[in-house]
C-alpha cells in the first residue's frame, strides 16, 4: 500500500536535496529513496551524499535493515542524516 508523508533533510543531504524537506508517496523506503533519486538526477551530489547517509523512520533507526523491508506509514517521517564530524 503506498502510503505519504514527509522526507526531511538535515546537513550535507539538505545542501545536496536543495530543500529541508519533501513529500513521499511510497511504500517503503527504497521506494522513497528511488523516488528521491528520480526527483533529484539533475544534481548527482545528491546521490551521492545518499550513499553514506543513515536513516530514521519515524524516529527508529534503519541501521542495516534492507531499505525495502522497511515499511512507511500513512503520514510518517523520514530522517535522512548524513555522517556528522565532531561530537
Same mark, same amino acid.
Not at 522513497?32 to 551524499?49: G, Q, S, T, Y
Given at each position: 500500500?503506498?502510503?505519504?508523508?514527509?522526507?526531511?533533510?538535515?546537513? +550535507? @543531504?539538505? *545542501? =545536496?536535496?536543495?530543500?529541508?524537506? !519533501?513529500?513521499? /508517496?511510497?511504500?517503503?523506503?527504497?521506494?522513497? &529513496?528511488? +523516488? @528521491?533519486? *528520480? =526527483?533529484?538526477?539533475?544534481?548527482? !551530489?545528491?546521490? /551521492?551524499?545518499?550513499?553514506?547517509?543513515?536513516? &530514521?523512520?519515524?524516529?527508529?533507526?534503519?541501521?542495516?535493515?534492507?531499505?525495502?523491508?522497511?515499511?512507511?506509514?500513512?503520514?510518517?517521517?523520514?530522517?535522512?542524516?548524513?555522517?556528522?564530524?565532531?561530537?
Amino acid at each position: 500500500m503506498t502510503t505519504t508523508g514527509t522526507v526531511r533533510y538535515w546537513a +550535507a @543531504a539538505k *545542501a =545536496a536535496a536543495g530543500t529541508a524537506e !519533501e513529500p513521499y /508517496r511510497a511504500a517503503t523506503l527504497a521506494e522513497a &529513496l528511488d +523516488a @528521491a533519486r *528520480a =526527483a533529484h538526477a539533475a544534481n548527482p !551530489e545528491f546521490a /551521492r551524499v545518499l550513499m553514506r547517509c543513515s536513516f &530514521l523512520v519515524d524516529g527508529d533507526p534503519v541501521g542495516t535493515r534492507d531499505h525495502a523491508g522497511v515499511p512507511l506509514a500513512e503520514g510518517g517521517t523520514v530522517e535522512v542524516l548524513p555522517p556528522f564530524a565532531g561530537g
